[in-house]
């Protein structure tokens, strides 16, 4: 399960493994529609043909247009979206904008615990 590849952007750091990814957007970004496009991109490259779980590691402070949540739902391979919120406003930043994406959203406590929940959702698509 090791880390595939890095990317060190000026919005934040993708982390790229197997299954999943690891986003950290950097502080005081606004998360738009675009960076979705910058994403799908991403995914694209790395995971043409398998499914993935995005999960965002927000250990620092920024907004999210909520109608990114649209565009990105729209990338086929992505099948779920994990939130790791560093505190309760986070957390409730992150329980707000769960429902602008209609594919499963769940938040966590730690990465451990959002890393553990990728791999059973991607094991319960692929038998689905």
Known sequence: MGMIHYYNMEDGELFVFDEFLICQIAE?????PEHSEILNQVIKKHFQGKDLVYISNRVNSYSVDPLTYVETERIPSLVA???????????????????????????FNNLSEAIEWSHRMINDHVLN
């Open 81 to 107: 979206i994990a939130m790791v919120p560093d505190d309760d406003i986070m957390k409730k930043n992150a329980e707000y904008e769960r429902n602008f994406y209609d594919k499963p959203y769940e938040i």
């Open 28 to 32: 005081g970004v606004n998360v738009t």
